[in-house]
Structure formats: C-alpha cells, structure tokens
C-alpha cells in the first residue's frame, strides 16, 4: 500500500458506525480485561473444564458441548433462584439504571448500560427459556447462543463490579449484580474465569486466605507489626494466634495483613484491642475475611465463607468481630444466613467494654469493626487525640458492600469524627447509598486491566477532586481492603495528592494509650502534625 | 469587528456547535447521555468536555501563554486516554474546531474577511494538537508507570517478607548519638 497523503491521514470518520447490539462483536481490547484462569486453579477446587486458555486467541478451547453446558446451566438455575427468573423476565427497558453504572458512565460503552448487560445473557434466556423467543426470535428480543455471544456475555460479566448502584435507581428493585453473578456461574461452567479470581478462590481454599499466607508467614507479620508499634508508641502488643476459648475472633481480609495501607489499619486495630484489654484472638486458619468464591459460585462462595464458623466453632469462642473489608460484609449480610440459618453454637456478640448487645448480630453472630467501636466511643471508653489526625483533611468513599450491601453508613462517619477534626462529604449522589464504586470491586482489582479500572473509577475520583479543590483534602478514607488497595493508583491518576487510609489508622493515631511514650510519628512513621524534627526524641 | 469580536458573538452557537461533534464520537446512547445530563458528579465526562471546551475557547480568543490552556486540555485527554481511542482520535477534537468556525463563519469567509486573523487562529489551534499530544502520552506513561509500581511494590514486599533485603532505616533512625551529621545548628 502507498503511504497515505496527509489529508488521508486526518481523515477521521469520529462518528460510529450503526449496527445493532446484537450484531456488534466485541473488541477485546488489552487493558480492558482481565488475563484467562490457570487450569490448576480451578483443578485444586474441582471446578469444571481447566485448561490453559487466553482470551485474546480465536479458539477458548471450549468442550465440545458447550452450548448445552450453558443452556443446561441456565435453565437449572432459572428454576432454582425465582428472583433470577423475575429479573430476567420483568424488565421494561425504562432506561432508569443506564446512566448510573460506573463503567458507563467513565468510559461510553453502551454495553456497559446495566440493561444492555444485562440484555446480554436476557437474548440467550429468551431463546431458550421462553416460547415467544424460541419461535419469534430477533423480534421477540432473543438470540442464538454462538461462540461470539458467549465470548461477548464472558468480556461485560467480567466489567461490572456487581456494585448494585444501578439496582438502586430501578423501578422493579432488579439486582443487576445478581444477574453478572449467575453469568459469572453460568462462564464459570465451562471453566470461563479470570486469574485474578481463580487464583484466589484455589488459595483460600488451601491455605484459609487470597494471598496463600501460610501460618507462619502470618505470624510474621504481625511480628513486624509489633515491632514497628513498639518503636511508634512504645507499647508492646501481644495479640495470640488460634487460642483456645477466646471470646471473640477476628477475621480481616488478609490483604490488610500485607499490602500497605491496609497494614495499618492492621496497625490500628491491634493498638485498641490491646488498649481495650480485649479477650480475642487471630486465626492463622480463618484468615480471610473476604471471599472470592462469591465472585465464582453460590457453591463456592458458601464453601469459602464455611471456614471462618469451622474455626469460630474449633476455637470456641463466642462470637465473631469483622473487620474493614468490602464483600465480606454483603456475603456476611445478605448470604450467610439464607446458607446456614441461625448459628447456634456461638452467642449472642456483646461488647465486654460497654455491655451493649448487638442484637442486629443475633443470627450470625458477626459485629462489624465500626459499629464495635463507635459503641465504644459513644460509650466514652476510648481517650481520643483527634489532632494527631490534624494533617489530614479526610473525605469519607462509601464501600458499596457496606453501604448498599447492609446499610453500614453512620458508624464510620461517627468514628472519623470523633478521631479527626477536618472531615468533608463529598457530594450527596456519589456517597452513602449511591455511593460509586472503586472501579476494581468483585475481583477485577488486576493490573492488567488498568484502563478498565481508571474508567470505572472516574466518577469515584471525579467527586474526590471536587472536594480536593474546594477543601483541600489530602485522605481519602474507606472501610474496605479492596477500596485500600486500589484507591492509591486511581488516585494516583486523577487526583494526585491524595492518600488512601482505612478508619481504624486514624483511630490508632488518634488513641491515647494507657502508658505511651510521647508519639511523634503516625502509624506510618511520619512525623505527627507539629513533630516534625523530632522523630528521635 | 474583528474576528475575536465576531467569535465572541457567536460563541454560544460555536461552542454548543464543538461539543455536539466531540460527543458524536461515541455511540448515540452515550452522546445523547453526555448531552442530556448536566450534573458534574452523575455525568462527569460530559461537564467536563462542556467546561474544558469553555475554557479553551475563551484562552484562545485571549491568546497568550500555551501554559494556560494545559489544565483543560489535561482534564479533556486524561479521560481519552482510557477510553477507546486511538492517539489521533483522542486529539483530533481540536481540529474539529477549525471546522466548527469556518462552518459558522462560512458567510463572512465568503467574503474574504478575517482571512489572516483566522489563519492565525487555526495555527494557535495547531499548536494546541501538539501540547495534547505530547499530554496524551504522559497519560498513557502514567497508566504503565501505575501498572509497573503496583507490581515492583508487590515485590519488594515479598522480599522484605522473606528478610532477602534489609533496608537503610529511613533518617538517622537507629543512630543513638549525635554525630556531625546529625546535629542541628544554631544560628
């Protein structure tokens, strides 16, 4: 070919061109998914069909009969879960939710409209589920099961965060999240997933955490973190591992046990329980609070989740304290109990510091970090130095695990409050319930994927800027180790100057402790507001 | 009247104009979102294509400095930056512009007026696909640089963790005594 003249080369068609969704074949464009599971992942954990796969190749390797695994797959589940049936067959495309995903809103894909996501797998269900789809077809809004619509159903699956935030705006109360959860089960059939879960779910599977901590590693750790607290407050913490008759245990997404700053939020929560005095322990075993099998398998996520009560019940203990983790909590809150019904073998959690009774706990026995310590602050138990936090200017991301997942929305706010002086909201529809999503939630927190992450995390950021411009804040905090972990790159890109901070950081900078030296350093060794030189003293 | 003066004049028809052909990009359901939602926090992308366009136009009708125009062009190309386009496609809604004038001046250019003054303009707008440019691609070494730290932190951790490195304390931590180094001077 000739080279091109140069008005060729500006000769740009900007407008795109018209096809209908249904005949337009994904792009799989790098940066905008997630790299194909490992067969041995999947193998460890018996799931169906491993092999070695790649997503950017023409052939996935399928099993021969794959159409039938997934239609199979979906009719059960159709007569299993009424709710999936419903959401399936009662939307009216009214368009309330289109403009609310985070995904649609920071990157243009109309794909990423949860109704034509959710359309994806709804053509196929029509097709092969319903009478008017099987004889009118197109007409009737159904499709044939082919190889592309397969390939396109795994590419927007695998772009939702299952956030819910488009669940919130829907007139019919549809849980789209619901509907990319049974689509990631229906993929997961045919040995369809990402590493990034994969991986993960085979670790906790074996080793009790995403990571694959292994005991002694964990121990570690936390051996660090002694050390680093006792050179910070003077005060040598003694948390124990796996003991016996403790009465409570701790479980925390093991992330916040490794990645920073999920480690000092780590940091914070062993200098309360130590402050507190408290009866607790760790386990090196139910060391995951978090739990990919969620976003795998309803089989899966059970499965996962089962081992933190196996530990609870071996150790036993009385009841259970979570900490600052996202999903966790939604599985925790809106599973455990339709899984396991009533737990009986653990008691109803009370605060050995206040007496008070967490009756909204009675069933699953679980009390979430913040609500355990904002009693605690109500209660005027804790000796408080908010302006140890002085240098921070915090704004407040709601998880949306724990603010649309079960409703956790006051008790972090009233801790931050209580623990720092400069605390700025930001704008009322992108906090609380309508809270936007990091962009990298349900497993897609990768790095290959870093462009998909940025676009999701836009409106995220966008509503940090604001706040960043017009208060000067500097901190954004979250209660979530996913939120920890991917926050500080999205920040990075859209808002620099900004820094990431789990609650319980700054309650641990905040504390007073019964016997401290005199703190010059926060938990992350920076000089506190106004001991700036003085880190030798 | 100059050109700046008949700009000035038609700069709502010119701007509203400009942003239609930059949201016509992208699949309709999406331009007509951009177009429809005004609100800064639920259609973050639009807002900022309609205050970015705003800006620049009113930096070029000023002229001066291109320094002034990085921060909107900053914010415009690090949203392209992760969307589906190409480098060209994510600065070519400069050039757009050029079109965008000629097209609501057509009657005056037919009258040979404003020739050199428009020349002039569209160079400065020439300029301007070059700063994009060059901000483009430090958008996309910033995705990559990203990208390169979360892995290079993970494994630094890793060998922190497994005690293969043993760090130089941050300061003088550690160092018990004064030394020359250390001391503070007075005066």
């Known amino acids: 070919m000739a080279n091109p003249k140069p008005e ?38 018996g799931m169906p069909n491993p092999r070695q796969w790649s997503v950017k190749d023409e052939d996935w390797h399928l099993p021969e009969n794959w159409q039938e695994i997934f239609i199979e797959g979906l009719r059960e589940r159709v007569d299993k879960y009424r709710s999936f049936r419903l959401f399936l067959d009662i939307c009216v495309r009214c368009g309330a939710c ?23 797998l709804r053509s196929v269900y029509r097709k092969y589920c319903t009478t008017s789809g099987r004889i009118m077809g197109k007409i009737a809004g159904a499709r044939e099961l082919t190889i592309d619509v397969l390939k396109e159903i795994w590419y927007y699956a695998y772009q939702c965060t299952e956030c819910r935030r488009c669940s919130l705006f829907c007139p019919y109360g549809i849980d789209t999240a619901e509907i990319t959860i049974l689509a990631r089960e229906l993929l997961n059939l045919l040995g369809l997933n990402i ?11 074996r080793t009790g955490n995403h990571l694959g901590l292994q005991p002694h590693t964990i121990k570690d750790s936390f051996d660090m973190f002694i050390d680093d607290l006792e050179t910070i407050t003077g005060i040598k913490v003694s948390p124990t591992f796996n003991r016996k008759g403790a009465e409570i245990l701790v479980v925390i997404p093991s992330g916040s046990m490794f990645a920073d700053p999920g480690t000092f939020t780590t940091m914070g929560e062993l200098l309360l329980f130590h402050e507190l005095g408290l009866d607790y322990t760790w386990s090196t075993f139910a060391s995951e609070g978090g739990d990919f099998g969620f976003f795998t398998t309803n089989e899966m996520a059970k499965r996962l989740h089962s081992k933190i009560y196996a530990e609870a019940k071996r150790l036993k203990v009385k009841w259970i304290l979570g900490g600052e983790c996202g999903h966790m909590w939604r599985v925790w809150h809106q599973y455990h109990n339709t899984w396991f019904g009533p737990v009986d073998y653990l008691e109803e959690p009370v605060s050995p510091i206040t007496g008070t009774r967490f009756e909204n706990a009675k069933s699953n026995k679980t009390v979430h970090i913040t609500e355990f310590t904002a009693d605690l602050i109500k209660n005027g138990k804790l000796n408080l130095d908010p302006k140890r936090n002085d240098n921070l200017i915090v704004t407040y991301h709601d998880s949306c695990n724990t603010s649309r997942g079960m409703g956790l929305l006051e008790e972090p706010r009233f801790i931050i409050n209580n623990v720092c002086n400069n605390f700025y909201e930001m704008p009322e529809n992108t906090i609380r319930e309508q809270t936007f999503c990091c962009g990298s939630g349900s497993g897609l927190n990768a790095s290959e994927n870093m462009e998909q992450r940025l676009r999701g995390g836009l409106p995220r950021a966008n509503a940090v800027r604001h706040v960043h411009k ?68 | 009247m100059n050109l700046k003066d008949l700009l000035l004049e038609k700069k709502s028809s010119i701007l509203k104009r400009w942003f239609d052909t930059i949201v016509a990009s992208y699949p309709p359901d999406t331009s007509n979102f951009f177009k429809s939602n005004h609100n800064q926090f639920a259609n973050p992308v639009g807002f900022t294509f309609s205050e970015v366009i705003h800006g620049l136009f009113e930096e070029l009708l000023q002229g001066g400095d291109p320094e002034r125009y990085f921060p909107y062009l900053n914010d415009i190309i690090k949203i392209k930056a992760v969307q589906d386009f190409s480098p060209s496609q994510s600065v070519s809604f400069l050039f757009l512009l050029k079109k965008v004038v000629r097209e609501e001046l057509r009657k005056e250019l037919q009258r040979n007026q404003f020739q050199d003054e428009l020349l002039s303009l569209e160079s400065e707008i020439d ?47 550690g160092l018990g005594e004064e030394t020359v180094l250390t001391q503070k001077i007075e005066g």
């Open chain 2, 127 to 173: 300029a301007l696909a070059l700063l994009a440019f060059d901000i483009f691609m430090q958008c996309r070494e910033k995705i990559y640089e990203i990208r390169t730290n979360e892995a290079r932190n993970m494994m630094f951790r890793l060998l922190k963790r497994a005690n293969l490195v043993c760090e130089i304390p941050d300061g003088n931590q």
């Open chain 1, 98 to 120: 289109a403009d609310k995903c985070h995904f649609y809103i920071g990157g243009g894909d109309p794909k990423n409209m949860p109704v034509l996501r959710a359309e994806l």
């Open chain 1, 195 to 205: 590493d990034w879960i994969a991986g993960p779910v085979a670790n906790c599977y």
């Open chain 1, 470 to 537: 017009k208060y000067g804040v500097n901190m954004l905090a979250c209660i979530c180790a996913i939120d920890r972990a991917v926050l500080p790159p999205l920040m990075d890109y859209w808002v620099p100057g900004v820094a990431v901070t789990g609650v319980h950081e700054m309650v641990g900078n905040a504390l007073i402790m019964k016997g401290e030296r005199k703190r010059t350093t926060n938990l992350r060794g920076e000089p506190l507001p106004g001991m700036e030189g003085e880190e030798d003293v």
């Open chain 1, 8 to 45: 060729e080369l500006i000769r740009i068609n900007h407008v795109p061109p018209k096809q209908a969704w249904m005949d337009t074949r994904p792009d799989f464009r790098p940066g905008m998914f997630c790299y194909a599971s490992k067969a041995k992942s999947l193998e460890y954990v």
